[in-house]
Structure formats: C-alpha cells, structure tokens
C-alpha cells in the first residue's frame, strides 16, 4: 500500500477545486478497506479522493443555478462532466457517483461510460453529497503532467 497523497492527485485535486470551488476535499489518502469489504480501498493506494460539496447550502439542489451560494450538486455534476471530457489528460480510471437514486451511478475508464447502479453497489448512496475518483498511477505520481493537463485546458466560469 501507499506511504501518503501522491503528488499528481495532490495537484489534481487543488487544481479541480479551484475551479469548482464548491468542492472540498473529503478525503484521499488513507490505510483502510473498502466499505463493506475486506479488500483495500485505493485510497490506501494515494491515488483517489472523495471531492464533497457539503458545505454549500442546498447543496443536493441539482436545479439550483445560483452559483457556489446554492447547488453545490450542480457543480459536482458539472466538474465530474469535465473531468470525464478531458479523461485521457488526467489519466481518469473511475468515478463513483453516490448521490443518484437508486444506488448512484460509476464510471469506469474500460467503459468510457456510465452506469446507473439498479442494486447496492457502492457503500454510502444513494443521496451521498460526494464523489470519488480514482486517478491512474502515472497520472497521480506526475505533478509536473497534471498541472499541465490543466494549463491545456481552458479556463472555465463557474456561475
């Protein structure tokens, strides 16, 4: 297992939040199981993160267009739309959706898409005001590439 956050998921992870910034860290890097299993989570690995949008009021509001004040779920659904495009660029294995009735959703780099859980498959949905990502291990070791992904793409407003 890992020794701590790797450097390219560190940037990642400052760099997607600065432009969504009604996402927060929630956590990465930690020695521990899969919920519900007794294999190890890849945050054990440094190379995945939970982004949350809690903190921002009406929060679970996907309808809410007012901005970082309102609809943190707005803009988790935008910034996993984004992260999803430019997938190559941040070597995107997965995400896990956990808000979406009736079981969240995933999706999974061998796919390229994704799919809405009809039975319990991830701990914590649905309704979970989270998402989690996991990165590839070239992409969250290179620091120097992440932030180049980045500056390759352009800015966005977030409203």
Known sequence: MG????????????????RYPALWNNGSFVNRSMRGSSAMSVHATGRAVDLSFRFVPNHKDASNTKGIKDGGRK??????????KHADAFGLECILDYFPI???????CDR?????YTKSEIHGSPMGDWFHIELSPKMADDADGMRQAFANIPSIVVA
């Open 3 to 18: 020794t701590g956050e790797r450097k390219g998921l560190t940037v990642f992870i400052k760099e997607l939040c600065k």
């Open 75 to 84: 803009q988790a659904m935008e910034a996993m739309d984004f992260v999803v």
């Open 102 to 108: 009736p079981h969240g959703r995933g999706w999974r």
């Open 112 to 116: 390229s898409s994704w799919k809405v």
